[in-house]
């Protein structure tokens, strides 16, 4: 069991990373302005289930060895960056869509979920933060590691799953707003799109070890 002090120093961290804008609340942010409240929250979720991956690896020693691999560190931030920009584009495409008399059928929930969780999944950055945070709250006399690096990874993606939920309400509650002007409408969707373009080559164009 993790030692109390080490558990409430590790959620205070967390939530003070968490609550500064990053990739994670810039590609919520974009969906739920593009595409509403629901996306926003499915894409929150798929998120999360997206980086549980990255929480097993680190707790049982893989995600050290990506983490020191310059090539495979590489690798996944480019699909990582390239999924982003073709989500983007898609938005901006489809900005004017609201507009058209026949009812257009949402996005289901699992392709919701599914785009969600390939943006979690190869985001590099997770890897490199569990590598580097998780092992600091870790007490060897309190058991197995990797249970301890397994259950911080967890409350952390809890926390996060909150506090990005919270940027969703905002989001989704702003693009309601702006949604009584067709026009309004589809300029806020064009601009969801275009952050998520911006965090694609922001995640690109990053040093490949940042």
């Known amino acids: 069991m993790i030692p109390l002090d080490s558990l409430v120093a590790f959620v205070v961290a967390s939530v003070v990373i968490i609550v500064i804008p990053g990739p994670s609340v810039l590609f919520v942010v974009g969906r739920s302005l593009s595409l509403g409240r629901r996306a926003?929250?499915?894409s929150v979720v798929g998120n999360a289930l997206g980086t549980v991956p990255a929480v097993v690896a680190v707790a049982f020693g893989v995600g050290a060895i990506v983490a020191s691999s310059v090539l495979a560190f590489t690798i996944i931030k480019i699909v990582g960056a390239a999924y982003l920009v073709w989500l983007g584009i898609q938005a901006i495409r489809h900005r004017h869509d609201h507009r058209t008399d026949a009812a257009r059928e949402p996005a289901s929930a699992?392709?919701?979920?599914?785009?969600?969780?390939?943006?979690?999944?190869?985001?590099?950055?997770?890897?490199?933060?569990?590598?580097?945070?998780?092992?600091?709250?870790v007490s060897p006399a309190a058991g197995p590691v990797w249970a301890q690096l397994l259950l911080l990874g967890l409350i952390f993606q809890t926390l996060a799953m909150v506090c990005d939920s919270v940027w969703v309400l905002v989001a989704g509650t702003a693009r309601a707003w702006f949604g009584r002007s067709p026009r309004r409408m589809s300029t806020l969707s064009g601009a969801g799109g275009v952050m998520m373009i911006g965090l694609g080559g922001t995640l690109?164009?990053?040093g490949a070890k940042s």
Do not use: S
């Open 204 to 206: 690109a164009l990053t």
């Open 110 to 137: 699992g392709k919701l979920l599914r785009q969600g969780f390939i943006v979690g999944a190869t985001n590099p950055k997770t890897i490199a933060f569990f590598v580097a945070v998780l092992p600091q709250f």
């Open 40 to 42: 926003g929250a499915l």
